[in-house]
């Protein structure tokens, strides 16, 4: 009976030892597919609608805008880059006249910092709901012109 509990031990052991050691980066991305604005839940926000599709390679992700602002202009802009904190510049019409962005993740949440010419103009964070199928991104700060942004755009997984 002794052999038998310690050849247990042994392989229950095995078994913690050799699960692989979770990480951030090993854990999926929930901004990754197609997000549309919800514009009934948004606050703060002059678009008439507006897509976002993050697609990853490697640890890079690329955001894809398409927006449609109330006057029914459009913008599309974009973004390749990583949640580590170095700037990434944007491409296109990025809609607050930003450059560059840097952004950071814990757990499922992202920060990030918009700047023009090196100085910081606002900061969004993303959260998500618990299944992963709202994404809310919160902005505070100023535009290029010195205009302020305070919103909470809301969008939902397609």
């Excluded at 170095?86 to 700047?115: C, E, H, I, L, M």
């Amino acid at each position: 009976m002794k052999k038998f509990f310690a050849l247990v031990s042994v392989l229950a052991l095995a078994c913690v030892v050799g699960r692989p050691v979770s990480s951030q980066s090993s854990q999926s991305d929930p901004r990754i597919g197609t997000w549309k604005l919800n514009t009934a839940k948004s606050q703060g926000s002059t678009r008439k609608s507006e897509t976002r599709t993050y697609t990853q390679s490697g640890d890079s992700v690329t955001l894809h805008a398409e927006i449609v602002n109330g006057d029914g202009s459009t913008q599309v802009y974009g973004l390749t880059g990583k949640s580590d904190g170095k700037d990434y510049s944007w491409t296109g019409q990025q809609p607050a006249g930003a450059d560059t962005s840097s952004s950071k993740r814990v757990g499922n949440t992202f920060t990030s910092s918009n700047k023009k010419a090196g100085k910081l103009l606002f900061t969004s964070t993303t959260t998500f709901s618990a299944d992963r199928s709202v994404m809310t991104i919160t902005t505070k700060g100023v535009d290029a012109n010195g205009q302020s942004i305070n919103s909470v755009r809301v969008y939902d997984k397609q």
